[in-house]
């Protein structure tokens, strides 16, 4: 399936299918193995969650699904398309139509406004300015922060700086929302209004979410939990 | 902001906003500011030299171009004169032809000799003797240098003693002389060759000279003379030699072009340590982005686009570079011609000050070749974002 026609298709949300991910990295003479033989399915719209402690390939598996990183053995489709057959550029324009990320620390970028960050995604798609400015508008201000829009990174709060990253995945309506440790980096009170948001807003649109956390608090409101131990994924 | 309303590429916005963002780390914001002033100053300081180079080499060459004959036909044994004459004054780019007779001989007076270069001239003398173009020759016409050498007084009278010999009744060879009288002096200037040349009427010269010494003097204008010698050679029978300024003075021409490319190859090598800095500040750019460059990855930039974002902004930072020091060097050759503001002395010059040419012919290549070499060092350095992956990037 071409990705024009996996980003048609995959409205509102989308279809995860890896089969036998492998990976491992080279640490010196060492090679540690970090997923062994994981297999994922999910449905399209489904609120997923892969929980586990640090270390045990949690971000890993997340960079796999979506296409940030590429499996040593194994393969992963998303709205059927299969990730190895997309080359560099093809690769970057597929995670721009249909994934959203959210980090655990932010990552938004640090030159920029929120309102610029959010704009960001349906820029690099080719959309006009003032679509993508509008749009940009519409989802902060769906967040509560159309009164901090031409504040840079810096002279935001934790939790703003949270909800521009959220508004930012969003941005193009992707059919698939990548979170890993979204509320990791706040302190308990913001990290569940954060959580509350992106569930709302997940739950809202029907696309498909995957959270990576290893608090049991934000997995226990996902309909799906995986538990990852020592690169091996059990439900 | 405003960017931001319009429909700019990505890359063009990402490089706008890093060229400016106060938010970069001091030492990329300096090394940026290096950058663009090592350029500047690279452009600036070419600009300067070669538009003092230019300035010597015009006031030069009009000096030496005043003194040169435009074109001149030379004739060999057995060519004949009246009809090469004709086929010259047939060419449409011809002011005016004149009969020269050049040789070699002596001038006495009062027992003193002088060896000297003697030009019998037909009508007036030619506009390449500046200090006596367009007398109308009668007597004998003298530099002031070998005047004064003699102590000649204006109603003198010197003898011309040529090598060409003349048989006596005991058939005895001697060489040929004639007294003419002393009719004006001319300034000689700073020539040396001019401070030995004589000039007599035709006529006079005739008498006195070989006549295979005989050549015309065609006046034409200096940008025509090439074409006219060029139709000239392949109308002119095999005997008659056409040279123009450029050949009379190949060597002169040749030099002044070496020293303008030497001079450029020289002072460039500013710019070419300016794009050195500039690969640098981009490299460091990229290494404290990598994270914000990894997550524009993870937003879909493609590596292609990346690299077209660190192009455009050497390309930002070498423009910038360019206007100011093309500014500032283009301001400064004007204001230093303009008020001749460096002194030179004028018993060693050709000139008292030192003169500054801006020409659109110097100014292409320097722009030219700054733009090539920044936009190589550039692309260069942002190869490097390109082969940053998403993953590793965001990796802490």
Request: aromatic fraction near 6%.
């Given at each position: 399936?071409?990705?024009?026609?996996?980003?048609?298709?995959?409205?509102?949300?989308?279809?995860?299918?890896?089969?036998?991910?492998?990976?491992?990295?080279?640490?010196?003479?060492?090679?540690?193995?970090?997923?062994?033989?994981?297999?994922?399915?999910?449905?399209?719209?489904?609120?997923?969650?892969?929980?586990?402690?640090?270390?045990?390939?949690?971000?890993?598996?997340?960079?796999?699904?979506?296409?940030?990183?590429?499996?040593?053995?194994?393969?992963?489709?998303?709205?059927?398309?299969?990730?190895?057959?997309?080359?560099?550029?093809?690769?970057?324009?597929?995670?721009?139509?249909?994934?959203?990320?959210?980090?655990?620390?932010?990552?938004?970028?640090?030159?920029?406004?929120?309102?610029?960050?959010?704009?960001?995604?349906?820029?690099?798609?080719?959309?006009?300015?003032?679509?993508?400015?509008?749009?940009?508008?519409?989802?902060?201000?769906?967040?509560?922060?159309?009164?901090?829009?031409?504040?840079?990174?810096?002279?935001?709060?934790?939790?703003?700086?949270?909800?521009?990253?959220?508004?930012?995945?969003?941005?193009?309506?992707?059919?698939?929302?990548?979170?890993?440790?979204?509320?990791?980096?706040?302190?308990?009170?913001?990290?569940?209004?954060?959580?509350?948001?992106?569930?709302?807003?997940?739950?809202?649109?029907?696309?498909?979410?995957?959270?990576?956390?290893?608090?049991?608090?934000?997995?226990?409101?996902?309909?799906?939990?995986?538990?990852?131990?020592?690169?091996?994924?059990?439900? | 902001?405003?960017?931001?309303?319009?429909?700019?590429?990505?890359?063009?916005?990402?490089?706008?906003?890093?060229?400016?963002?106060?938010?970069?780390?001091?030492?990329?914001?300096?090394?940026?500011?290096?950058?663009?002033?090592?350029?500047?100053?690279?452009?600036?300081?070419?600009?300067?030299?070669?538009?003092?180079?230019?300035?010597?080499?015009?006031?030069?060459?009009?000096?030496v171009l005043a003194r040169s004959p435009r074109l001149q036909v030379e004739l060999g044994r057995g060519v004949d004169a009246q009809a090469v004459r004709r086929t010259i004054e047939a060419q449409p780019e011809v002011e005016s032809v004149q009969t020269l007779l050049v040789g070699n001989g002596w001038l006495v007076h009062e027992g003193r000799l002088e060896p000297c270069e003697f030009f019998g001239v037909e009508n007036e003398v030619p506009r390449w003797f500046p200090g006596a173009a367009g007398v109308e020759v009668k007597g004998v016409v003298l530099p002031d240098t070998l005047a004064f050498g003699f102590g000649i007084e204006s109603d003198a009278r010197v003898r011309v003693v040529s090598?060409?010999?003349?048989?006596?009744?005991?058939?005895?060879?001697?060489?040929?002389?004639?007294?003419?009288?002393?009719?004006?002096?001319?300034?000689?200037?700073?020539?040396?060759?001019?401070?030995?040349?004589?000039?007599?009427?035709?006529?006079?010269?005739?008498?006195?000279?070989?006549?295979?010494?005989?050549?015309?003097?065609?006046?034409?204008?200096?940008?025509?003379?090439?074409?006219?010698?060029?139709?000239?050679?392949?109308?002119?029978?095999?005997?008659?030699?056409?040279?123009?300024?450029?050949?009379?003075?190949?060597?002169?021409?040749?030099?002044?072009?070496?020293?303008?490319?030497?001079?450029?190859?020289?002072?460039?090598?500013?710019?070419?340590?300016?794009?050195?800095?500039?690969?640098?500040?981009?490299?460091?750019?990229?290494?404290?982005?990598?994270?914000?460059?990894?997550?524009?990855?993870?937003?879909?930039?493609?590596?292609?686009?990346?690299?077209?974002?660190?192009?455009?902004?050497?390309?930002?930072?070498?423009?910038?570079?360019?206007?100011?020091?093309?500014?500032?060097?283009?301001?400064?050759?004007?204001?230093?011609?303009?008020?001749?503001?460096?002194?030179?002395?004028?018993?060693?010059?050709?000139?008292?000050?030192?003169?500054?040419?801006?020409?659109?012919?110097?100014?292409?290549?320097?722009?030219?070749?700054?733009?090539?070499?920044?936009?190589?060092?550039?692309?260069?350095?942002?190869?490097?974002?390109?082969?940053?992956?998403?993953?590793?990037?965001?990796?802490?």
């Amino acid at each position: 399936m071409s990705v024009v026609s996996a980003i048609e298709a995959a409205t509102p949300g989308v279809t995860i299918r890896a089969r036998g991910l492998h990976k491992s990295y080279r640490d010196g003479e060492r090679e540690v193995t970090v997923l062994r033989n994981v297999d994922l399915e999910l449905e399209a719209g489904a609120l997923a969650a892969i929980v586990g402690p640090s270390g045990s390939g949690k971000t890993t598996l997340l960079y796999l699904l979506g296409a940030l990183d590429s499996p040593d053995q194994g393969s992963v489709e998303i709205g059927g398309t299969d990730l190895a057959s997309l080359d560099g550029a093809r690769l970057a324009r597929f995670r721009n139509k249909m994934l959203g990320f959210v980090f655990q620390f932010h990552q938004l970028l640090p030159d920029f406004t929120a309102l610029e960050n959010v704009m960001m995604p349906s820029r690099i798609a080719g959309r006009p300015a003032r679509e993508a400015l509008e749009r940009a508008q519409s989802l902060l201000g769906e967040v509560g922060l159309e009164d901090r829009a031409t504040h840079y990174p810096n002279q935001l709060s934790g939790g703003e700086q949270q909800r521009v990253a959220i508004c930012r995945a969003l941005a193009l309506e992707p059919p698939l929302l990548l979170a890993d440790e979204p509320t990791g980096n706040l302190d308990p009170a913001t990290g569940r209004r954060v959580l509350d948001l992106l569930i709302e807003l997940q739950t809202r649109r029907g696309m498909t979410a995957v959270l990576v956390t290893h608090n049991p608090e934000v997995a226990n409101r996902c309909a799906n939990i995986w538990r990852l131990e020592d690169g091996v994924l059990l439900p | 902001m405003r960017l931001w309303s319009w429909n700019l590429p990505v890359p063009l916005l990402l490089a706008l906003r890093y060229a400016r963002s106060p938010r970069r780390e001091a030492s990329v914001r300096f090394l940026s500011a290096v950058t663009a002033g090592g350029i500047a100053l690279g452009v600036g300081a070419l600009i300067l030299a070669v538009a003092a180079l230019s300035g010597f080499q015009t006031t030069l060459l009009a000096e030496v171009l005043a003194r040169s004959p435009r074109l001149q036909v030379e004739l060999g044994r057995g060519v004949d004169a009246q009809a090469v004459r004709r086929t010259i004054e047939a060419q449409p780019e011809v002011e005016s032809v004149q009969t020269l007779l050049v040789g070699n001989g002596w001038l006495v007076h009062e027992g003193r000799l002088e060896p000297c270069e003697f030009f019998g001239v037909e009508n007036e003398v030619p506009r390449w003797f500046p200090g006596a173009a367009g007398v109308e020759v009668k007597g004998v016409v003298l530099p002031d240098t070998l005047a004064f050498g003699f102590g000649i007084e204006s109603d003198a009278r010197v003898r011309v003693v040529s090598p060409r010999p003349t048989l006596t009744p005991f058939s005895r060879q001697i060489p040929r002389s004639r007294s003419f009288p002393v009719q004006t002096v001319f300034s000689a200037g700073r020539s040396e060759e001019y401070e030995s040349r004589v000039i007599l009427p035709l006529d006079a010269a005739r008498g006195l000279l070989w006549e295979s010494d005989l050549r015309f003097d065609v006046e034409v204008d200096l940008g025509a003379a090439p074409v006219v010698a060029d139709r000239l050679r392949r109308q002119l029978p095999a005997g008659a030699k056409v040279v123009t300024y450029r050949d009379l003075n190949r060597a002169l021409f040749f030099a002044l072009r070496l020293e303008k490319a030497l001079m450029f190859v020289g002072v460039f090598l500013i710019v070419l340590v300016a794009s050195q800095a500039l690969v640098s500040s981009l490299a460091l750019l990229i290494a404290s982005k990598r994270r914000e460059l990894g997550m524009l990855g993870t937003l879909g930039l493609t590596p292609r686009e990346l690299r077209r974002t660190f192009l455009l902004l050497g390309a930002i930072l070498a423009g910038a570079g360019i206007v100011v020091g093309g500014g500032i060097g283009c301001l400064a050759a004007w204001a230093l011609d303009r008020y001749q503001l460096i002194a030179l002395p004028e018993q060693v010059y050709i000139v008292d000050f030192v003169p500054f040419r801006l020409q659109p012919a110097d100014l292409l290549p320097i722009f030219l070749a700054t733009i090539v070499l920044t936009l190589a060092a550039a692309r260069t350095a942002g190869g490097g974002a390109t082969r940053l992956r998403p993953a590793e990037a965001m990796r802490r």
